[in-house]
Each structure stands twice: as structure tokens, then as C-alpha cells.
């Protein structure tokens, strides 16, 4: 069912990001923009003009998500012949959810006329209770579909002129405390988490149907048995490194419990049942590079099924320490590591050095999680992996900014997968 789309504004700077929204909608609905009128007024004309049976009244400081529109008319057809749709959005300036968006059928409000209280602007909350004590059907869905961005100080106290609130200083609503600014442009770019706020959510899946790649589900219990093995020695591997001696480096750790081991390094930041299917589908490679070493785990469980593993991280004391452990403790050789930003072209030549004339089978994205930077370890890496090899990318389902770098790369590697273990960090990846 199609909804035309209602924009109060008074000429707020704000309003430039609404509207960018909107464009940015995957369906492009009829939008009409109302400017410096009453609410109460401007509502009343548009009911006059509207031509669908339900409208979506947009604030000029409300940034939507691009799913938001074509959710909130799935959500018409999914509950029909309601009065009135209220969804959440989310105020990174107050840290909080707030009823904002609000979908209106015309015909009740064609028969329950809007008003409003001298001296407010709860037009919006009377006409729920009149609807109520009228026995109307009214749903309150707590999918968060967009931002409700705080406005430069001046734009809000001339917003009073639409809500008809006394301005109170500390915020345009009242009692709401500014925990912290940010720019409309910021704001704006926060229209990425939002999938994040939805885990249990009718938006969340909702999005989770319509954009994300094909989902594998992983689990220990289809792993193969030499994947098992090797896990089960991983883990031995963990609680073992206290036994060690390391007088060498003048280090005591007989201090340190079993329990305590496994923290001393090798700490897995993975699903278990993730990287078991990496693995399983890196087995044999001649050889891998891994972008972010962290505590080490992914790059000794790599170096297991891949005859060498490169490793890169700007942490030289992790480098140091990762290196001496796989010597001492496994003998194994086939570990490299690579000192350095992962963006800095003179650490894309050190690889290049260490392959001379060969090519990657793989490269594991683990590095810095925001967005620039997962797509500039994908510009610079990708091509030095040969054809038919694997692009992964660690964190999508949990890190903004990685989820948005993956769908980006998507619209280019259609065969985009994602592996989704108990822990639900999820493993992103694309055959070159």
C-alpha cells in the first residue's frame, strides 16, 4: 500500500538531511513540504489535498533509515485497517529511543478532527487518546526506523513557532537533557547503525530479508572431524602457554592459574563455529595474509591449514610476541609478519616483497572496523589475490562499519556470502 509524505518544517538547517533521506529511499513515494505553519494548520491543509489513504508525517530534524518507508507500508499490509502506525526513533544526542515517526490513516482523520492545547504541541498525543476512547485500532511498533537529530540552538527556538513550547534552554523538549552534539552531518551518518538497534525488532528483520547477502549458518556439530581436531588442539594449545618456560625473555608466569592461560595469549575474539568454516574452506592454501593480528588466535588457527600466513598490525609488541610463541611453543615456520598501518602504501610493498611473484589465495580483513578503512584494506589487498581466491571480511553482523563497507563491495561481487556462528559475529566473504 503507497503513502504520500508530509514534511513540517520552518526553514531549519536540519532540513536538507531529511530531505537527502528521503531521496535515499529505496521506494520514491509523493512528498510535499509544508513550511512556517501551525502543526496543527499545515496537517489540516494537507488532509484537504492528500490522495492515498494513509500519509507519513516527517519532521525536518528526523533522518530516515533508506528501508524506512517501504518497511512502515509492509507494516500496513502486515496489520491492515489501523488508525494510526508509531515507530521509533533513536536521539544519539539523549541516548534514547522516542516515539517519533507516525503513520496516519486520512479517513479517521477526516472523522476525529486534530487539536491541540493552548500553549502545546501534543497534537500528536491527543489524537492518540481520542482514537483510544473510540475503541480505533492503533499499532505502536518499537522498530527504530531513523535518527531524530538535534537542531542548531537557534533553529530550535524558532521551531516553538510550529510546536508552540516556551522555549527551555538545555533542549527544544522539555526536561530532555544534550548529552552530547553533534552535527547534522554526523547525526545524518548514524543512519548506519540503526540495523544495530533492531536485533529483535520487525525492522530488523525486516532488514536482515530485503539486504543482506546469502546467510550461512554455522555450527560445531557439521564441522569435519579434522576441523574438530584441530579446534580441540587450539584450545589444549590456550591453557598450555602458562607451562612453558620463558626465562629466556625474563618473564615469571608460574603465578598464573589454568584458567588464566588461555587470557595470556592466543584470546579468540571468534566464533568458534565461523572460523572452523574458514578454515575448512582455506585448507591447503599455499598462502593467506591476515589484516589485524590482534591476540594472535585467527593467525595460529590460519597457519594450521595454510602452508604460510602474513600478518599485519601496527602493535609491534603483538608482532614480537605472536612470532615468538608460534616458534617456541609450536616450531612452526610458516608464520610472516608485517610491522604497520595496513594503509600506508610502504606497508603494501612489504607484502608485495614477501609474495614476489606470487598471489594471495586469501586475505582476512580484521583490521580497523570503521567504514574508510575497511574499504581501503579492500582496494589495496584484493588485488594481489588470485582468481578464484577468497576475500573475507571479519565483524559484519556486529561492526557498522564494516556491514556498510561489505554492502558496498557487494553491489560488485554479487556472490557475496556471510557465515553466522553462535556468536554472532558473522564472517563476510566473496570469491575473486
Known amino acids: 500500500m503507497n503513502v504520500e509524505i508530509l514534511v513540517l518544517t520552518n526553514g531549519s538547517t536540519s532540513l536538507e538531511w531529511t530531505m537527502r533521506s528521503l531521496d535515499n529511499q529505496t521506494v520514491k513515494r509523493p512528498v510535499r513540504v509544508m513550511k512556517d505553519m501551525q502543526v496543527i494548520d499545515a496537517m489540516r491543509a494537507f488532509i484537504s489535498e492528500c490522495e492515498t489513504d494513509y500519509f507519513v508525517k516527517v519532521d525536518d530534524d528526523f533522518h530516515l533509515h533508506p528501508y524506512a518507508i517501504e518497511f512502515l507500508e509492509w507494516l500496513l499490509d502486515l496489520i491492515p485497517q489501523s488508525s494510526l502506525y508509531v515507530c ?66 537557534e533553529d530550535r527556538k ?3 513557532k510550529l510546536w508552540g513550547r516556551r522555549w527551555r534552554g538545555s533542549s527544544w523538549m522539555k526536561g530532555t537533557p544534550i548529552r552530547e ?21 520487525r525492522f530488523g528483520d525486516f532488514i536482515e530479508q530485503k539486504h543482506m547477502p546469502k546467510t550461512i549458518k554455522a555450527n560445531m556439530d557439521n564441522r569435519t572431524p579434522w576441523v574438530m581436531h584441530l579446534w580441540k588442539d587450539f584450545k589444549r594449545v590456550q591453557k598450555s ?26 584470546k579468540c575474539l571468534q566464533s568458534s563455529a565461523e572460523i572452523s568454516k574458514v578454515m575448512e574452506m582455506l585448507a591447503g592454501a599455499d598462502v593467506v595474509l591476515e589484516i589485524g593480528l590482534g591476540w594472535g588466535a585467527t593467525h595460529f588457527l590460519l597457519s594450521k591449514v595454510a602452508h604460510e600466513v602474513i600478518s599485519i598490525d601496527k602493535k609491534f609488541s603483538n608482532l614480537v610476541l605472536c612470532s615468538y610463541i608460534m616458534k617456541k611453543v609450536h616450531k612452526l615456520d610458516n608464520s610472516q609478519f608485517v610491522t604497520g598501518d595496513s594503509t600506508d602504501v610502504k606497508t ?3 607484502v608485495k616483497k614477501i609474495l614476489g611473484d606470487r598471489q594471495l589465495d586469501a586475505v582476512y580483513i580484521d583490521a580497523n572496523h570503521r567504514y574508510e578503512y575497511v574499504m581501503k584494506d579492500h582496494d589495496l589487498y584484493a588485488p594481489l589475490v588470485r582468481d578464484g581466491g577468497m576475500v573475507f571480511f571479519h565483524d559484519y553482523v556486529h561492526e557498522p562499519g564494516v556491514h556498510k563497507a561489505v554492502d558496498e563491495i557487494e553491489k560488485s561481487h554479487r556472490d557475496m556470502r556471510v557465515i553466522v556462528g553462535k556468536g554472532k559475529l558473522g564472517t563476510a566473504w566473496y570469491v575473486k
Open 88 to 153: 521509533n526513533l533513536w536521539e544519539p544526542w539523549a541516548r534514547r529511543f522516542r516515539r517519533g515517526i507516525k503513520v496516519y490513516q486520512l479517513e479517521d482523520l477526516k472523522n476525529i478532527p486534530l487539536r491541540a492545547k493552548p500553549g502545546t504541541g501534543r497534537i500528536d498525543r491527543n489524537y492518540l487518546n481520542d482514537l483510544v476512547e473510540q475503541n480505533k485500532k492503533v499499532v505502536i511498533d518499537h522498530s527504530t526506523v531513523g535518527i531524530h537529530s538535534l537542531r542548531e540552538e
Open 181 to 201: 552534539k553533534f552535527t547534522q552531518e554526523q547525526q545524518y551518518n548514524m543512519l548506519e547503525e540503526i540495523p544495530y538497534h533492531n536485533t529483535k525488532s
Open 348 to 350: 603494501v610493498e612489504a
Open 158 to 160: 524558532k521551531y516553538t
Open 241 to 266: 602457554i602458562a607451562t612453558l618456560d620463558f626465562s629466556d625473555l625474563k618473564i615469571d608466569i608460574s603465578t598464573v592459574s589454568g584458567k588464566q592461560a588461555s587470557r595470556l595469549w592466543f
